[in-house]
């Protein structure tokens, strides 16, 4: 394992290593793991490192290690998916449809409600921000910048503007999710970025304080990109139904 590979230490490399192929589901629930000692041999690291990285993965519900039992794969259930590495790695892995509307259901609930309390809260600077992402996104319309950076800017400002700590660290759950899920609604609409007019019409209510106008903005926004992908399971089982 290469020790300066996007700048992860060995632990750190041995957990999105063997995370990258949990998810993908090289191991299956129940299934045993290599022993740590099998690990270090595989992977050319001390015990010292394999055994965090195994604490690691533990604590984000991937694996149990017992002893007598040894390392195994945990039921999906009890993965942290509010985790951004478990998140970021069953999304490489398979970013199903119906995960995807189980996030945006997600979402949908956060959102409206933190718009509403930006809103309420009023914080100048905060709001600035929420601004400066949407002026991004204006400019990626015309080819300037990345348009899904400037669009998840947005969403994260929002969620700072909150001033809600709780809300505030949802931010990195909620950005990977969005690199998936944006892309996708996206591709569907048959554009490259999202509607400007639309995050224009929600900063304008979060800007002037109106919380109902802000809460109803972002629950439209999310319906939208909800219903995207309602419509692609629709489509999806009808076909299914055909060959059947």
């Given at each position: 394992?290469?020790?300066?590979?996007?700048?992860?230490?060995?632990?750190?490399?041995l957990?999105?290593?063997?995370?990258?192929?949990?998810a993908?589901?090289?191991?299956?629930?129940?299934d045993g793991l290599?022993?740590?000692?099998?690990l270090?041999?595989?992977?050319?690291i001390s015990?010292?490192?394999?055994?965090e990285?195994?604490?690691?993965?533990t604590?984000?519900?991937?694996?149990?290690?017992?002893?007598?039992?040894g390392?195994?794969v945990?039921?999906?259930?009890?993965?942290?998916?509010?985790?951004?590495?478990?998140?970021?790695?069953i999304?490489?892995?398979?970013?199903?449809l119906?995960?995807?509307?189980?996030?945006?259901?997600?979402?949908k609930?956060i959102e409206?409600?933190?718009?509403?309390?930006a809103?309420?809260e009023?914080d100048?600077?905060r709001?600035?921000?929420?601004?400066?992402?949407?002026?991004r996104?204006k400019?990626?319309?015309?080819?300037?910048?990345?348009?899904?950076?400037?669009?998840?800017?947005?969403?994260?400002?929002?969620?700072?503007?909150?001033n809600?700590?709780?809300?505030?660290q949802?931010?990195?759950?909620?950005?990977?999710?969005?690199?998936?899920?944006?892309?996708?609604?996206?591709?569907?609409?048959?554009?490259e970025?999202?509607s400007?007019?639309?995050?224009k019409?929600?900063?304008?209510?979060?800007?002037r304080?109106?919380?109902?106008?802000?809460?109803?903005?972002?629950?439209?926004?999310?319906?939208?990109?909800?219903?995207?992908?309602?419509s692609?399971?629709?489509t999806?089982?009808?076909?299914?139904?055909?060959?059947?």
């Amino acid at each position: 394992m290469d020790r300066h590979h996007s700048g992860r230490n060995l632990t750190q490399q041995l957990v999105h290593t063997l995370g990258e192929t949990i998810a993908s589901g090289r191991y299956q629930p129940g299934d045993g793991l290599p022993s740590e000692a099998s690990l270090c041999e595989e992977y050319g690291i001390s015990r010292s490192a394999t055994r965090e990285a195994i604490k690691m993965l533990t604590a984000k519900g991937l694996i149990s290690s017992r002893p007598r039992q040894g390392i195994r794969v945990q039921s999906r259930a009890r993965w942290n998916l509010f985790d951004p590495d478990v998140l970021d790695w069953i999304l490489r892995a398979s970013p199903s449809l119906e995960m995807l509307r189980e996030f945006m259901q997600l979402r949908k609930a956060i959102e409206k409600e933190a718009a509403a309390l930006a809103a309420a809260e009023q914080d100048r600077d905060r709001i600035a921000g929420i601004e400066d992402a949407l002026s991004r996104m204006k400019a990626a319309e015309g080819g300037l910048g990345d348009a899904v950076e400037a669009d998840i800017a947005f969403h994260i400002n929002i969620l700072n503007a909150t001033n809600n700590p709780f809300y505030i660290q949802l931010g990195s759950f909620i950005e990977t999710a969005l690199r998936v899920s944006i892309r996708f609604t996206n591709r569907i609409k048959g554009v490259e970025s999202a509607s400007y007019a639309n995050h224009k019409q929600l900063y304008d209510a979060i800007e002037r304080g109106d919380v109902a106008a802000a809460s109803s903005a972002s629950a439209a926004m999310q319906s939208e990109a909800l219903e995207l992908i309602e419509s692609q399971l629709g489509t999806r089982q009808s076909v299914a139904k055909a060959v059947v």
